[in-house]
């Protein structure tokens, strides 16, 4: 006998100008179950919950939980509702505690101000009626909810200290406090909107051991997610969005990643992409033994060696934060080695300002593309010549033609399939979904032909289909002569995509291999620093073996 329904969204409709997100959606959540919602970027996912948490009014439909129908305004009635939304861009703010973040905005009384006999301030005025008004107040009363959080924490296995300040934690734990905020207000369905995007793959098995434990309690569980593996690991039902319109649901134990990969873009969608070989030329980058801090000023780098060929791509795999970022960051120029050398296509670069790197070239697709790959509030015209503006083709008789930079964006859009774009010079590129702004960014970095591509974790936080398409443009790429390092925490797209794989562990490189000749347990072992004992041959002594198999187009 099928589970009452709990949550029902019926005929939901909304526009915005120019493009409907939601086309008389329906949606049905069972009490205690993860419902997964799934969906190319820009399929509305995002639109529907936000009309769910009240961030939207729907154009269309109704909304009812627990038998109940809603009108929702505000967030704030949706948490009075029962409903808690943990967005994919934390919310939380740095330099307050776990538990002031928690409260922060909670309708709840200060506890009474009341120092004890030991406490610095003298009796006088401790007993002071007018003192204590004023005190509580101002007074934030934290006690009793600070205890209440920990207790919710630890019920959940969160590992966090409600003390501790937000700055203090890594973005696993950033992850969690956003879920403690909705607990903390009682919530019966929690919307969790692409929630691993940034965790590492144990920082999401962590978390999926949390959603089992709030799900056998009786919390219901909406997970936005493109990824297709967490679907089928912790979904118990799913409802596909294809253009904002209702595709089907399915009970997952009932279907393949191919069926709903097929049912979220219309089409099969190949999982295994075909790589051929290529003669590798020159080197396009040259790294001796580079130093780097972090923005702390913690040595994240360690006498890192690192040589790229013209054709070749180069994959580093790790596990998050053991110096990726930096090592990304100063092969694209961004980021100063505090020792050594950093040559681009045979050009000494050391100290260089990223400027040059770019006139070398060498591009270059950040991990964070909102916070650093685009300027949001720019429209998608700006953003799409960012670095090629001051090409001739660009210049006009008092200045910049600006209609030669806007028909050279929407030959980028039109050739990359960049969906919910407007008008170039009209769509901010902060508008876009998360797999389109992606697609922007790899367009604008590809289309300079570079020397050199510094691609950081790429495919994090796109869909299917776009994933497809993003690892068959780096491909291309490759064949077109481009050296390629390949940032990502897939191991599977680290096996599909390079030539040659290097494991990074404490910026270091502790292991290197092929894709033929990949162990992915060896891998794994070695990204967690459980290798270091082994015997094996390291980088140091396999890279002129490997460096010259690859010359003579080997692989």
Avoid at 383 to 402: M, S
Avoid at 503 to 528: K, N, Q, S
Wanted: glycine share 10%; hydrophobic share 40%; charged share 30%.
């Amino acid at each position: 006998m099928a589970e009452p329904v709990f949550l029902e969204m019926a005929g939901i409709r909304k526009e915005f100008p120019g493009v409907v997100a939601n086309d008389r959606v329906d949606l049905r959540v069972e009490r205690g179950e993860i419902h997964g919602l799934l969906g190319e970027n820009g399929a509305g996912k995002s639109t529907l919950m936000k009309i769910l948490y009240g961030l939207y009014t729907p154009d269309e439909g109704e909304i009812y939980l627990d038998g109940d129908r809603l009108d929702l305004d505000s967030p704030q009635d949706a948490i009075d509702a029962g409903i808690g939304m943990v967005h994919q861009h934390f919310q939380l703010i740095p330099r307050l505690t776990v538990a002031e973040n928690v409260v922060l905005g909670e309708r709840e009384p200060a506890t009474p101000f009341r120092p004890d006999a030991e406490s610095p301030i003298p009796e006088a005025v401790r007993s002071n009626r007018v003192v204590q008004s004023v005190a509580e107040r101002f007074s934030l009363g934290l006690d009793a909810p600070t205890r209440r959080i920990q207790r919710l924490a630890d019920r959940y296995g969160f590992d966090l200290d409600a003390g501790a300040k937000i700055s203090e934690l890594d973005v696993g734990q950033r992850q969690r406090v956003e879920i403690l905020k909705a607990l903390y207000r009682d919530v019966d369905l929690l919307i969790l909107d692409e929630p691993t995007a940034v965790l590492t793959p144990t920082e999401a098995e962590r978390l999926f051991d949390s959603l089992d434990r709030l799900t056998d309690e009786g919390l219901s569980i909406i997970f936005i997610t493109h990824k297709l593996d967490e679907v089928e690991s912790i979904v118990d039902r799913v409802t596909i969005l294809r253009e904002g319109k209702n595709a089907g649901t399915a009970v997952v134990s009932e279907v393949t990643q191919a069926d709903l990969a097929e049912m979220m873009v219309g089409r099969e969608v190949l999982f295994q992409i075909e790589k051929e070989g290529v003669d590798l030329g020159e080197p396009v980058l040259q790294l001796q033994n580079v130093h780097a801090d972090d923005d702390r000023g913690i040595e994240a780098l360690s006498g890192v060696d690192l040589t790229v060929r013209a054709g070749e791509v180069v994959g580093i795999a790790g596990v998050s934060g053991n110096g990726q970022n930096e090592l990304a960051e100063v092969a694209a120029g961004i980021r100063q080695p505090t020792t050594g050398s950093v040559r681009v296509d045979g050009t000494d670069l050391t100290g260089a300002a990223p400027r040059q790197f770019v006139d070398s070239g060498v591009s270059f697709v950040p991990e964070d593309r909102l916070e650093y790959g685009c300027a949001a509030d720019l429209s998608v015209m700006h953003n799409a010549t960012l670095k090629e503006f001051r090409d001739q083709r660009f210049d006009g008789p008092l200045g910049l033609d600006y209609d030669e930079l806007e028909a050279y964006a929407e030959t980028l859009v039109e050739e990359f399939d960049v969906r919910g774009v407007e008008d170039v010079t009209e769509t901010k590129a902060g508008d876009l979904s998360g797999g389109n702004l992606q697609k922007l960014i790899l367009a604008r970095e590809l289309d300079r032909n570079p020397a050199l591509l510094v691609a950081n974790q790429p495919t994090r936080g796109v869909d299917v289909g776009a994933i497809e398409f993003i690892r068959e443009a780096l491909l291309d790429q490759r064949m077109n002569g481009t050296g390629i390092v390949l940032f990502s925490e897939d191991l599977d797209e680290i096996t599909d995509l390079s030539d040659r794989i290097l494991v990074i562990y404490e910026g270091e490189f502790v292991y290197e291999t092929t894709p033929e000749e990949a162990d992915r347990d060896r891998i794994g072992l070695e990204m967690t620093g459980g290798g270091r004992a082994g015997g094996d041959q390291r980088p140091s002594d396999r890279h002129a073996d490997v460096t010259a198999a690859a010359s003579e187009g080997e692989r």
